[in-house]
């Protein structure tokens, strides 16, 4: 009976109910998307990272585990190559080139020694200073093909390779024709390491610590336990903020819709109380109804989450990824239940206090 009075309750007042739905839906959104997109980021790092097929990384000083920012001499790299165990070393450098968006300069011939190469869909290696190799993510979302022009860094660049993606950046450069443009002669952003056997990363690692004191030196799956939300600046502070501004929108929704709709009901209520409804009761079922609003809130939220990934990956090249977390669904949905019951919590207690014989004279 409870159950049916809320149904009709909220479909009476139908453009109410959708608007409060769909602002939940919007704040349970919001918290879906940063959360994807931290997620889908990080993970998409960790694989890149991963399909390098490296044993150990040597970054810069005062490197950020994230952005690859910072370099050092590339001077290092026969000094490492040379060191017991080791049996192959590669150099990158990597140059932003916009927003989320960067080029990777890599010397092919080591980087196949060390990786066993890229798997070409489509063209082959570089041929000229000029060539570009892209993933086949970046080349659809960017409409390339092999022999395809591309600008970069105020210079023009052939498209001479197609590969799989899940190695390096989604962009490579010969390494010596990067470091010319960006004035880096010499330069490496981070050296690749493959070692002889696995159970010699550790040694390799504690010789290189003592030799090359304030490099950063991580065995590689050490390097990828970094990938996290907690080690890029000012993230995790920011998703709490939306978080905030999301159980906030949620509550001054809610708030705003059960209050109207107490004052409009005073005679409902009113007759309620005469037939001998409790207090409780009547809170229960403006509870009811704002939960019910909630989980719809929340469900249409997911739903509409599955939409800015889209738009992101339609929009923004090879930049942004979005991740689908599913953990994230009830962690989203329990905050817009939880802000929504917050913001019912005044206004049923106003209709529970009100006096049954003032309520039916309420006009």
């Known amino acids: ?17 959708l608007l409060s739905i769909v602002a939940i839906a919007i704040q349970v959104t919001m918290v879906l998307t940063l959360v994807g997109l931290s997620t889908g980021m990080i993970e998409e790092q960790q694989r890149r990272s991963r399909g390098v097929g490296a044993d150990i990384v040597v970054r ?6 994230i952005s690859m920012s910072g370099t050092f001499t590339a001077g290092f790299l026969p000094f490492i190559a040379k060191q017991p165990h080791v049996v192959e070393a590669t150099g990158v450098l990597v140059q932003p080139t916009g927003f989320l968006t960067s080029v990777m300069g ?4 080591s980087f196949n020694r060390l990786s ?22 970046y080349a659809r979302e960017s409409h390339l093909r092999v022999g395809s022009s591309i600008s970069m860094l105020g210079q023009s660049w052939r498209v001479c390779g197609i590969v ?4 390096l950046a989604r962009v490579v450069v010969p390494l010596k024709r990067l470091q010319e443009l960006a004035s880096a002669s010499n330069q490496l952003t981070a050296i690749y390491v493959k070692v ?3 159970r010699n990363i550790r040694p390799v690692i504690d010789s290189l610590r003592k030799q090359l004191e304030g490099y950063p030196i991580y065995a590689m799956e050490d390097y990828l336990s970094l990938f996290s939300v907690n080690n890029v600046p000012m993230l995790q502070e920011f998703i709490y903020v939306v978080i905030g501004l999301g159980i906030l929108v949620g509550f001054l929704v809610v708030f705003l819709s059960m209050y109207t ?36 809130g929340s469900l249409i939220g997911i739903a509409m989450s599955f939409g800015t990934r889209w738009i992101i990956n339609s929009v923004i090249r090879g930049s942004l990824i979005q991740a689908i977390v599913p953990v994230w669904w009830i962690i989203a949905a329990a905050i817009a239940i ?10 049923g207690l106003k209709a529970a206090r009100q006096n049954a014989i003032e309520a039916l004279a309420y006009e």
């Open 164 to 167: 799989q993606r899940g190695m």
């Open 60 to 65: 810069a000083p005062g490197s950020s585990v």
């Open 116 to 137: 066993g190469g890229f798997r070409y869909l489509d063209g082959g290696p570089f041929e000229q200073p000029n060539d570009v190799i892209v993933d086949d993510y």
């Open 338 to 347: 939880g802000g929504a019951l917050l913001g019912a919590t005044y206004p």
């Open 261 to 296: 709709a107490v004052l409009e009901r005073t005679r409902e209520i009113g007759v309620l109380k005469a037939l001998g409804a409790s207090p409780a009761y009547i809170v229960n079922i403006l509870l009811r109804e704002t939960i019910v609003l909630a989980i719809c």
């Open 106 to 109: 890599i010397d092919l011939e």
């Open 196 to 198: 002889d056997d696995p």
């Open 1 to 17: 009976m409870i159950n049916r009075l809320v149904i009709e309750n909220l479909k009476h007042r139908p453009v109410r109910t």
